[in-house]
Nanobody
């Protein structure tokens, strides 16, 4: 299963960006889709996840500013990021896990998309 992210870029403090991630392949179902980020010199951290049932989870630092959503019919997950801060800068990675052909479990990562928030 392949994931492709889009929507990153350069934005000023207080601005907004919307990330998208589309999954492709012989997908039976996707249980969890999520976004992670990695800032320079830091470990990758979870930003937000959403399950096929609609449950969501956010890291405390983005609660109230970011919203994760998904379109199950399109195997796509979105991350709406508002009120961006310089500390949100980093490479954002999409993650998905579920079942593919022959009911094999998969977990895939996208190549990442750069988000830069200038002060």
């Amino acid at each position: 299963v392949q994931l492709v992210e889009s929507g990153g870029g350069l934005v000023q403090t207080g601005g907004s960006l919307r990330l998208s991630c589309a999954a492709s392949g012989t997908i039976i179902n996707i249980n969890t889709m999520g976004w992670y980020r990695q800032a320079p010199g830091k470990q990758r951290e979870l930003v937000a996840t959403t399950t096929s049932g609609g449950s969501t989870n956010y890291v405390d630092s983005v609660k109230g500013r970011f919203t994760i959503s998904r379109d199950n019919a399109k195997n796509t997950v979105y991350l709406q990021m508002n009120s961006l801060k310089p500390e949100d800068t980093g490479v954002y990675y999409c993650n998905a896990e579920g079942r593919e052909r022959f009911l094999r479990r998969f977990e895939s990562w996208g190549p990442g998309t750069q988000v830069t928030v200038s002060s």
